[in-house]
């Protein structure tokens, strides 16, 4: 019990990892507790203990959180896509969206054409309660990147 009367508190998941003793100036300890070893495995892993020390030391206090926390992601989404990382993973939350947006334009010329066919598109403009509602307009008309200016927003339904 002689070593763990070393420690008031247990080392962070960083110099548990590495092996090494965790002092009160660890600059690991605030942001890497030991309850998440995974947390350090994966940063150390992909962008190497020295490297994550070097970057910590060289910003601000009140960063190192954000850039903790940026790390951790970055590091998670390369474990799982190597060659995009995070990139991949929003470009196909952006086509996602294209798609979607598209998707919502043609729905709403589709309700715009068969109100104006019953002759009361009209009157769904001037009177609230006319139980016709106002189809959603969209004001998101950029394409997709990589896609022709052409396709996309309110002109290509």
Sequence with gaps: MASSSMYSNPPCAACKFLRRKCNSTCIFSPY??????????????????SNVNKLLNDILPHQREDAVSSLAYEAEARLKDPVYGCVGAISVLQKQVFMLQRELDATNASIMRYASSRGDYESSYSD???????PYTSSWSAGFPGESPGKGGDDSV
């Design 32 to 49: 890497f507790p030991p309850e998440d070893p995974n947390k350090f495995f994966n940063v150390h892993k992909i962008f190497g203990a």
């Design 128 to 134: 609230p309660d006319s139980g016709v509602p106002l």
